[in-house]
């Protein structure tokens, strides 16, 4: 499956800090999959606009715009 197809897998997300100074990104999926992802803060500000790059891009596709 590649990143932009869709998929009927859903999954529970949460994110905050830990008590060791990282972010942590904890996703819980069906089939008991538990994955804490943990993050320096300056490796997750950069998947921070990441996000909001794609964020954006989703909109403009959403309106009927072009992929690039």
């Known amino acids: 499956m590649s990143i932009d197809k869709q998929s009927e897998i859903s999954a529970n997300l949460q994110i905050g800090p830990t008590d060791q100074g990282m972010v942590r990104i904890y996703v819980e999926?069906?089939?008991?999959?538990?994955?804490?992802?943990?993050?320096?803060?300056?490796?997750?500000?950069e998947i921070a606009e990441e996000l909001m790059a794609?964020?954006?891009a989703a909109r403009t596709l959403g309106k009927g715009g072009k992929k690039r």
């Open 29 to 45: 999926a069906e089939g008991g999959v538990e994955l804490p992802l943990d993050f320096d803060p300056e490796e997750a500000e």
């Open 54 to 56: 794609a964020a954006q």
